[in-house]
């Protein structure tokens, strides 16, 4: 509206009588809202079988494009004890099943010599094993966040479903996903952290351990591997 068309509707209101005009003041921009982190979407009674039926064929991210098979977890689904690993290599991305390779026969020793040395009766299919991620990302490099945001909802609803008494994070990815921390393993192992009210162990991860100068981080792998099992089976 130009100032001659406003001044004639001006002269029309006053013409009815109308003395008084009011302003409205434009809507104020909406206030920045805090930015809210939903939890997961975990169903009431969720079950590691409805899980498994919700990632389907999943097509979430860009690491369905080269996948073989969806690794998901494997071991006892009432186990008392859950080891988190990082994401499927070539040997588990053929099978299906977490820490198959050589990295997994290193874990599947120190779970089972530890173990038995500290006179806990227990061997590999009594604890579960699953990672941040799912699916292999390729070339076996690191999972990016958006993967590990993604993917990271199906590991928390199947730590929620299990509820162990503890958790094993093994290597700075499964530490990153559960803790929320960009600290490295160095600082965060030999003691307890927590993903919601669990208690959380972190230590190296086996491929790690599997270099041959890394015999000084074997040791402590193996003193936090005592530590959680006490903790647990005690
Ligand atoms: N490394 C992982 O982090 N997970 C596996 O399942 C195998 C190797």
Same mark, same amino acid.
């Given at each position: ?37 939903? =939890? ?7 079950? +590691? ?28 689904? #009432? ?8 994401? =499927? ?8 099943? =977490? ?5 997994? #026969?290193?874990?599947? #020793? ?47 609803? #199947? +730590? ?17 996903? +559960? ?8 600082? +965060?192992?030999?003691?307890? %952290?927590?993903?919601?009210?669990? =208690?959380?162990?972190?230590?190296? %991860? ?29």
């Amino acid at each position: 509206m130009n100032v001659d068309e406003l001044r004639q509707r001006l002269t029309f209101y006053r013409d009815l009588g109308v003395k008084d005009l009011y302003k409205m003041n434009p809507k104020p921009a909406a206030e920045p809202q805090p930015e809210v982190i939903l =939890p997961s979407i975990a169903p009431a009674g969720d079950t +590691l079988a409805r899980i498994l039926e919700d990632i389907g064929d999943c097509r979430r991210c860009r690491l369905c494009e080269q996948r073989g098979k969806i690794v998901f977890g494997s071991g006892n689904e #009432q186990s008392r004890l859950v080891f988190v690993g990082e994401g =499927p290599g070539a040997d588990e991305d053929a099978q299906g099943f =977490p820490f198959v390779g050589r990295a997994g #026969q290193l874990l599947t #020793q120190m779970i089972e010599n530890t173990a038995s040395k500290e006179g806990i009766p227990i061997r590999r299919p009594d604890v579960y094993i699953c990672n941040v991620v799912k699916c292999r990302p390729p070339e076996n490099r690191t999972p990016l966040p958006d993967e590990m945001e993604i993917c990271g909802e199906f590991l928390f609803r #199947q +730590l929620m479903a299990i509820r162990p008494k503890a958790i094993c994070a093994l290597g700075s990815t499964a530490a990153k996903a +559960l803790l929320a921390t960009k600290d490295g393993v160095t600082r +965060l192992r030999g003691h307890w %952290h927590k993903w919601r009210d669990i =208690p959380v162990i972190v230590t190296y %991860h086996p491929s790690y351990l599997l270099r041959p100068y890394n015999q000084n981080a074997k040791r402590e792998a193996w003193e936090d591997l005592k530590k959680v099992l006490h903790f647990v089976y005690d």
